[in-house]
């Protein structure tokens, strides 16, 4: 009876050792070295696709003039935060997924069984669905408002009956700067409505209240010439879109009778045109006489009046 022979152990164990020494670190280093020429080559389509949506000419063959000209440049400034906005972020969704995915394969390399993992992922992924609702809103809300262009920095903007300019915008919070320099932080999911002041185009929007005595033929020709000598004068030529409009009486008050003047701005130059505005058509009403009223009230005293009674019953 012959006997078998020993296994070749010595040959296993080097077979064993040679894949770990020189095998799965090879595997290892190629899916690194995959992932990140993956990175790259996405990477560089985004950077493609966003250079050319910021030099993707706005408005093309609508310049007539120079206001035409500052709308322009807002707009493509505007487009270009809002694209790099956008490309930062599928770069970082790419960069994760990328991350996750190749871990997961590295992982597996190593012998580690990768079922659990996925399991526990997505079981843990639902535990933070639920435990961070609003957190997830703020980030969702923040992602439609850079794809939509609701607002970015720079704007003049009113939320939650909060007014300021935007000063930051990330995709959980939005930092906003108030006139009396309060910096507010608003969770982009607590945001319910906006207002853009600077999106396109303003309105400036000018009441003149004169008195009831007054000729209002003669009011709106001044108002007129006064819109119109703002109009062409060379220090807003660029920021006044249209020649502006007197729409006439706009109300009856108990004081005088107001009219409006309305003048389409550049957005963020409707409040120092419409200061301007006032300032010329009080020094115009007052070179012709135009009175602006102020409020008038008769007030009775009651012992004056029961005097006057008895006054005049003594003398009857």
């Known amino acids: 009876m012959s006997i078998p022979p ?5 040959s296993v164990s080097w077979s064993t050792l040679g894949e770990w ?11 690194i070295l995959l992932a990140i020429v993956l990175r790259w080559v996405l990477h560089r389509v985004i950077d493609k696709v966003v250079n050319r949506a910021v030099d993707a000419p706005a408005l093309a063959g609508k310049i007539t003039k120079a206001a035409d000209v500052s ?3 807002a707009a493509s400034s505007r487009r270009s935060q809002r694209a790099k906005a956008i490309g930062s972020l599928f770069k970082s969704v790419i960069t994760g997924v990328l991350v996750a995915i190749f871990a997961t394969m ?7 069984n990768i079922a659990p993992i996925i399991a526990s992922a997505g079981i843990v992924g639902l535990a933070l669905g639920f435990g961070a609702q ?10 439609f408002m850079i794809i939509e262009d609701q607002y970015g920095v720079g704007d003049s903007i009113e939320v939650n009956n909060i007014s300021g300019t935007v000063e930051a915008v990330t995709l959980r919070i939005t930092r906003l ?6 910096v507010w932080y608003i969770p982009n999911g607590e945001i319910l409505t906006v207002g853009n002041h600077s999106q396109n185009w303003a309105r400036a929007v000018i009441d003149v209240g004169v008195g009831y005595n007054e000729d209002l033929n003669k009011v709106q020709r001044v108002l007129r010439e006064v819109s119109h000598d703002l109009w062409v ?17 706009e109300a009856l008050a108990a004081d005088s009778i107001t009219l ?13 045109i419409a200061r301007e505005m006032r300032q010329r058509i009080k020094a115009r009403l007052d070179y012709e006489g135009i009175e602006m009223p102020f409020p008038q009230r008769v007030i009775w005293h009651r012992e004056e009046k029961a005097a006057a009674a008895q006054e005049e019953k003594a003398n009857a």
């Open 6 to 10: 020993n296994p070749p152990l010595v």
């Open 21 to 31: 020494v020189i095998g799965i670190p090879l595997r290892i280093a190629g899916l």
């Open 71 to 73: 709308e322009v440049t």
């Open 106 to 112: 590295i992982l597996d390399q190593l012998g580690i």
């Open 134 to 143: 609003s957190l997830v809103r703020d980030y969702l809300s923040g992602i």
């Open 177 to 182: 700067r108030a006139l009396d320099g309060t």
């Open 233 to 249: 004068d060379e220090e807003f030529k660029g920021q006044i879109i249209e020649e502006p409009e007197v729409t006439g009486v």
């Open 260 to 272: 409006r003047v309305l003048i389409k701005t550049l957005p963020l130059k409707q409040w120092a």
